[in-house]
């Protein structure tokens, strides 16, 4: 069954911090993708990467940066958090070619910035 | 730029039907997907329409039409637990964006007894 795991489900941290949140998947997907969610603007993409060692920026990726170093494993990293970042964080994956694939999506993070 | 609009809030009771909508304004078009989530909890892929046309799947159906820019989430037999959100979401052209979802806001459905 596909499987995308996030290390944590609650999060919290101290304003100025730097913050990992990990995510990995078991499907040898190419592609992966960080989001988060807050209510009322729904799902913003924050980066993408569809191979080791490659990344794009997505809509809001101010603040934030990531990191591919094996094909299993998508880090986000919060330089240096601030209180608007208090948000659920989102992982997903998806194969390179993906047909009628959906992107699968990880249990999400929560992540409290105090 | 990318415009997915869906209703914010819906509301039904148990046991009827009730069509979600969403319109899009996309620069690129590979399919569009229907996810529900429900509180708390990660989105899970429900349907995907690629071509016009109906697409069913037990008490879930999705309708397509690409020249309008228009799609529907149909439920059936509505039942309590299906009570979430439904999210719309739009794939990008494949290329430099490899497929990229384009979200909207998400419907929030309320299943009345």
């Known amino acids: 069954d596909v499987k995308v795991t996030q290390s944590s489900r609650y999060l919290v941290k101290r304003t100025g911090e730097k913050v990992f949140l990990e995510c990995v998947q078991d499907?040898?997907?190419?592609?992966m993708f960080w989001y988060r969610q807050d209510p009322g603007l729904g799902l913003r993409l924050i980066y993408f990467s569809y191979d080791v060692k490659m990344k794009e920026k997505g809509d809001i990726p101010e603040g934030y940066s990531v990191s591919r170093e094996k094909k299993e494993r998508f880090s986000l990293i919060l330089e240096s958090a601030s209180t608007n970042q208090t948000s659920m964080y989102l992982c997903a994956s998806s194969l390179r070619f993906q047909g009628n694939q959906p992107q699968h999506f990880g249990d999400g993070t929560r992540l409290s910035i105090l | 730029g990318q415009n997915i609009d869906q209703p914010t809030e819906m509301t039904a009771t148990e046991g009827a039907i009730v069509q979600i909508n969403c319109t899009y304004q996309t620069s690129g078009f590979n399919g569009l997907f229907w996810y529900q989530q429900h509180a708390g909890e990660a989105p899970t892929f429900l349907s995907y329409?690629?071509?016009?046309g109906l697409e069913e799947k037990g008490r879930f159906s999705s309708f397509l039409s690409r020249s309008k820019g228009y799609s529907y989430l149909l439920l059936k037999e509505l039942q309590m637990k299906d009570s979430a959100s439904y999210l719309c979401a739009v794939r990008d052209t494949e290329g430099s964006t490899l497929g990229r979802l384009y979200f909207g806001r998400g419907t929030q459905l309320t299943v009345w007894p």
């Open positions: 499907m040898d997907h190419e592609n």
């Open positions: 329409n690629v071509l016009d």
